[in-house]
């Protein structure tokens, strides 16, 4: 059973461009959350996404990033116009849908982001 | 805003020593996840607390839900080399709802 799967791994772009960051959520995961990690610090969240459905958008940025997740294919963070304090560890977690507990989040293996 | 402190920031233990790391916060949580994450790599979850004073294990692991619901703390026992490595606290408001993470507690184990 597959686990969170984001890519790329590491994306390098100058600024100005722009940077499209994938996440294919868990087999059966409905329910997919981003967060954000800058070097010597915690995460931050970012969004939440149901299928085709933004849940959470409180820590996004409201210019420049947006994010989707379709009906069909991975959930995409998508950040306009780079500048370097975008660089940094872009995390995808992805969970189950309620079923009377908490649903427990499944981080991928983040994708690094570093802007010229 | 609500304030979350976890603690100490590093550790440097020698293997076989026992550890102890926490969180506290200024406001109330219905769940508490620890996580580890090594580097390079995204966090992965240790254990999830969702009661009040619930005390859990995995392995050597043990980490507890505080009564007043604002603060956690996780242990390690018998430490080993494999155990270093950066440990989160996430606590979360609602089910489904996003984690807040604490700071980190960077822990190193010496042979």
């Known amino acids: 059973n597959a686990g969170v799967m984001q890519n790329p791994r590491h994306l390098v772009r100058r600024r100005g461009q722009e940077a499209r960051l994938r996440c294919s959520p868990m087999?059966?995961?409905?329910?997919v959350y981003w967060y954000r990690q800058l070097p010597e610090e915690g995460l931050k969240f970012m969004v939440y996404?149901?299928?085709?459905?933004?849940?959470?958008e409180s820590g996004m940025p409201k210019e420049r990033f947006s994010a989707e997740f379709p009906k069909e294919g991975p959930s995409i963070l998508r950040i306009q116009q780079v500048v370097r304090g975008d660089s940094a560890a872009y995390f995808c977690?992805?969970?189950?849908?309620?079923?009377?507990?908490?649903?427990?989040?499944?981080f991928g293996p983040g994708t690094r982001l570093l802007v010229l | 805003g609500q304030q979350l402190n976890q603690s100490p920031q590093s550790m440097f233990i020698q293997e076989g020593e026992d550890v102890s790391m926490n969180c506290t916060s200024s406001?109330?949580?219905?769940?508490w996840l620890w996580y580890k994450q090594d580097p390079g790599e995204g966090p992965v979850l240790l254990i999830a607390?969702?009661?009040?004073?619930e005390l859990t294990s995995n392995g050597r692991l043990t980490a507890q839900f505080g009564i007043t619901r604002k603060d956690s703390f996780l242990n390690i026992s018998a430490s080993i080399p494999s155990d270093v490595g950066i440990y989160f606290c996430?606590?979360?408001?609602?089910?489904?709802?996003?984690?807040?993470f604490g700071q980190g507690t960077e822990l190193s184990v010496k042979p």
């Open positions: 977690a992805s969970s189950p849908p309620v079923q009377g507990g908490l649903e427990t989040q499944y």
């Open positions: 087999k059966g995961h409905s329910h």
């Open positions: 996404l149901q299928k085709e459905n933004i849940i959470d």
């Open positions: 406001s109330i949580f219905n769940t």
């Open positions: 607390l969702y009661k009040a004073g």
């Open positions: 996430a606590p979360a408001y609602n089910q489904g709802g996003k984690l807040i």
